[in-house]
DNA sequence: AACCGCTTGTGAACGCCTGAACAAAGTCGC
DNA sequence: GCGACTTTGTTCAGGCGTTCACAAGCGGTT
């Protein structure tokens, strides 16, 4: 079968299905049975073309003259990108905003189950955060063993952000997610995907002035009736 | 004084000039003089020509030959992204990750404010989280306009996010950083950004697959001592 | 004072992603 | 059963961002 397209999913995409399918649940549970790309696109915040264009990565799921079937994209999205079945995920770190993730429904809802919390302070190790118990961050290589957890969430200061990444590497996680402001090194084949707060903050914080700033040239711009999301 | 700013800045260099930032003031501290662009490039997890691309933005920096006098690099990005002065921010839905979000020290130590919680729910109103009392949402439109607030973060279950938004720009906030899961629709003039922590790890989960499911083709690439980052 | 090495700043090519226009295809109405 | 309308899937051009490569400029050295 040399049809096997190992077709190549850009990675904007990628985050763009995920967003289509929140969507799509939410217009299940409403009873909804079909939908078009335009309304689609339009509570997801994309380009209707642009959208279309990402479902074709995918193959034909749609029919013309009709929309998308509901309950079948959703499907076809879940089985996409990663499937139903749940991922074991390792947390470190559990301070004020490791605590908020370890209750984060969005994940468990989603088939993100944590496995495991770890933290050094002696204070934090032993207590109870969203149904698991706190454990100090040296049994990090036999939970990861014994959970075959394939997901690690880093939320520790950043001067301890490399090591414990370094630890989850040579346990076996392949994925990682950092929430400490560090650029974490790698080997080929583990993948970082980065969160930084304090970041986008700033950029808010730049276009703010930029608007304050430039208004002898931007400001004639008045505010149309264009209704223009984003 | 007619140099005023004709240069445009692209909002992916912004971000990164954020994180350069960060590292310059970590640099600082250490009581480094002077940075290479690929000493900070590789600090900072990019590519040294794109790094001073970045920085070119701002016009030139450094010193040709010697490199960038770390503090007035620190300075001058500092200024570039909004000054000094502390930006007062208005955090609505104080749930875990709000209340995670109102503690987090990364926010004040950059100048960034919260000056307002609020919240709904009866039983979370008046407890008392990072130093500030939460108050009920009603008092929204008073509180922005008593303290000049300019960014918005809202941290609430999606199906209020809209009308929250709403509200926040109807009293005159003009830059909102978003973690409902919704895409917000506002008016031209006002910038949202947009973070969504599942749509981290189902991307993460993708690739997870990918790499799994398609090694016949992709694997032959080894890991070469390239040591790449990101 | 002149040379040499080092580092910045910039110009150009490449690739990726986005946004719009067009053809294929299927359904609904008559 | 046929025609017209609706909506998808695809193709094309445009813009943006990234990367490579080179010239310009500065400091240190002889």
Same mark, same amino acid.
């Given at each position: ?39 689609? &696109? ?127 590497? &040579? &346990? ?59």
């Amino acid at each position: 079968m040399p049809e096997s397209r190992p077709r190549i999913v850009p990675e904007a995409t990628v985050a763009r299905l995920a967003v289509y399918l929140r969507v799509l649940a939410g217009l299940a549970d409403g009873g909804r049975s079909h939908v078009s790309s335009g309304e689609l &696109a339009s509570a997801a915040g994309v380009n209707p073309a642009g959208l279309r264009k990402d479902l074709s990565y995918l193959g034909p799921c749609g029919v013309r003259g009709v929309g998308y079937s509901v309950a079948g994209l959703r499907d076809r999205l879940t089985d996409a990108l990663g499937g139903e079945r749940s991922r074991a995920c390792v947390l470190v770190g559990i301070g004020r905003l490791g605590s908020a993730l370890a209750d984060y429904s969005g994940f468990a809802s989603r088939g993100f189950q944590f496995v495991g919390l770890l933290d050094t302070d002696p204070a934090t190790v032993g207590h109870q955060v969203g149904g698991l118990t706190v454990r100090p961050v040296a049994e990090l290589e036999g939970l990861v063993a014994e959970t075959q957890a394939t997901i690690g969430v880093i939320t520790t200061p950043a001067d301890v952000a490399q090591s414990v990444c370094d630890r989850l590497v &040579a &346990a076996g996680v392949r994925s990682i997610l950092n929430f400490a402001p560090v650029a974490l090194s790698v080997p080929a084949g583990v993948d970082v995907r980065k969160v930084d707060l304090s970041v986008e903050l700033q950029v808010l914080a730049f276009l703010d002035q930029q608007r304050d700033g430039v208004p002898p040239v931007l400001a004639p711009v008045r505010a149309t009736a264009q209704g223009g999301v984003r």
